[in-house]
């Protein structure tokens, strides 16, 4: 999938070349400014959910959730989505493994929902791209969402 | 001195943590390298490209197409770009903030970037596919429609909560990134 990015990237990048070298020059330039600022805090982010990965595994997920349902299992689902970070190729199938072993809908749905939206170990790389207000709100609506996901989740199946 | 720290202030926290966690568990404290080493192994290979694209987007789309298309009055199309945008991105929440950052810069309407955001969180299209595979049709589209439904309303409430100031600093910041 990473391979469609470098194709439409180069593709991009050629075109611009060709029609502007130096105008190119300054972007790759902007670029290359832009990652390295990223990269740092990149790199905290990563070292930062990798703590919290070794002591929140997937394993031990799998067990907390194993025959939980009701309100509890719910909110442990949101609060274990909002404070781990799984790669979503991991996260989906776990949720599927989650299901076959007798977990309820609505809290893997409130844990997949809250891992992709809401990220308390990216809250400060979030803060400072968009202020506190906004990161927070941005969570916050990220939190009605799961929480109107399992609802209609809830309902249905 | 001061300054230094002040920059790189969560990368030093996190490997201080990570020091902590290895004084505590050294076992632990691998896992956790080791686990660092593969989450950047994922995001890694695709932030090349991503930052490539903003560079070019950043020197070649002039600020008023970006304010036509996306700023305060492009009301509909804004929306569907917005959501267009999100879900062919790649990469997990963080990837999307330097991308957010750029639609910033150049004048979109912040309802537009918060709805950006939440398309990257729930209708990314490979991630999409890989949910409807694992958890089912009715999963996956409940999902991404209550998550568009929250997130089109959710932008449009973050952005008239936000103050002057507020906005203020959110385009300075975005500039800062740049």
């Given at each position: 999938?990473?391979?469609?990015?470098?194709?439409?990237?180069?593709g991009?990048?050629?075109?611009s070349?060709?029609?502007?070298k130096?105008?190119?020059?300054?972007?790759?330039?902007?670029?290359?400014?832009?990652?390295?600022?990223?990269?740092?805090?990149?790199v905290?982010?990563?070292?930062l959910?990798?703590?919290?990965?070794s002591?929140?595994?997937?394993?031990?997920?799998?067990?907390?959730f194993?025959?939980?349902?009701?309100?509890?299992?719910i909110?442990?689902?949101?609060?274990?989505?909002?404070?781990?970070?799984?790669?979503?190729?991991i996260?989906?199938?776990?949720?599927?493994?989650?299901l076959?072993?007798?977990?309820?809908?609505p809290?893997?749905a409130?844990f997949?929902?809250?891992?992709?939206?809401?990220?308390?170990?990216?809250?400060?790389m979030?803060?400072?791209?968009?202020?506190?207000?906004?990161?927070?709100?941005?969570?916050?609506?990220?939190v009605?969402?799961?929480?109107?996901?399992?609802?209609?989740?809830?309902?249905?199946? | 001195m001061?300054?230094?720290?002040k920059?790189?202030?969560?990368?030093?926290?996190a490997?201080?943590?990570?020091?902590?966690?290895?004084?505590v568990?050294?076992e632990?404290?691998?896992?956790?390298?080791?686990?660092?080493?593969?989450?950047?192994a994922?995001?890694g290979?695709?932030?090349?490209p991503?930052?490539?694209?903003?560079?070019?987007?950043?020197?070649?789309v002039p600020?008023?197409?970006?304010?036509?298309?996306?700023?305060?009055?492009?009301?509909?199309?804004?929306?569907?770009?917005a959501?267009?945008?999100?879900?062919?991105?790649a990469g997990?929440?963080?990837?999307a903030?330097?991308?957010?950052?750029?639609?910033?810069?150049?004048?979109?309407?912040?309802?537009?970037?918060?709805?950006?955001?939440g398309?990257?969180?729930?209708?990314?299209?490979?991630?999409f596919?890989?949910?409807?595979?694992?958890?089912?049709?009715?999963f996956?589209?409940?999902?991404?429609?209550?998550?568009?439904?929250?997130y089109?309303?959710?932008?449009i409430?973050?952005?008239?909560?936000?103050?002057?100031?507020?906005?203020?600093?959110?385009?300075?910041?975005a500039?800062?990134?740049?």
């Open positions: 999938m990473n391979g469609v990015f470098y194709v439409v990237a180069g991009m990048l050629l075109a070349f060709l029609k502007d130096k105008k190119t020059r300054k972007a790759l330039m902007k670029a290359y400014k832009s990652f390295m600022k990223n990269l740092k805090m990149l905290g982010m990563m070292v959910m990798g703590v919290v990965f002591l929140v595994s997937a394993d031990t997920i799998s067990q907390l194993g025959q939980e349902s009701g309100l509890y299992g909110l442990l689902g949101l609060g274990i989505g909002t404070v781990s970070f799984i790669p979503s190729f996260a989906f199938p776990l949720g599927a493994t989650l076959e072993n007798g977990a309820g809908y809290q893997v409130g997949l929902s809250a891992l992709m939206g809401v990220g308390i170990v990216s809250l400060p979030e803060i400072e791209y968009f202020g506190k207000k906004a990161a927070i709100l941005r969570n916050l609506s990220a009605l969402a799961s929480i109107l996901f399992i609802v209609i989740i809830g309902g249905i199946l | 001061i300054e230094f720290l920059k790189n202030k969560l990368l030093l926290i490997l201080s943590l990570l020091a902590f966690l290895y004084l568990s050294p632990k404290g691998q896992v956790a390298t080791g686990n660092a080493l593969s989450n950047f994922s995001v290979m695709v932030l090349p991503i930052f490539i694209m903003i560079g070019l987007l950043d020197i070649w600020k008023e197409v970006m304010v036509k298309y996306m700023g305060n009055r492009s009301g509909l199309v804004g929306g569907l770009l959501v267009f945008l999100g879900s062919v991105g997990p929440l963080v990837v903030f330097p991308v957010a950052a750029l639609l910033i810069r150049k004048g979109a309407k912040l309802s537009n970037v918060f709805l950006f955001l398309a990257w969180t729930s209708v990314k299209l490979p991630i596919m890989f949910e409807w595979a694992n958890l089912g049709g009715i996956t589209s409940v999902h991404v429609l209550t998550s568009l439904f929250v089109v309303i959710g932008g409430i973050i952005e008239k909560t936000l103050s002057h100031s507020n906005k203020k600093e959110i385009l300075e910041r500039q800062k990134v740049a």
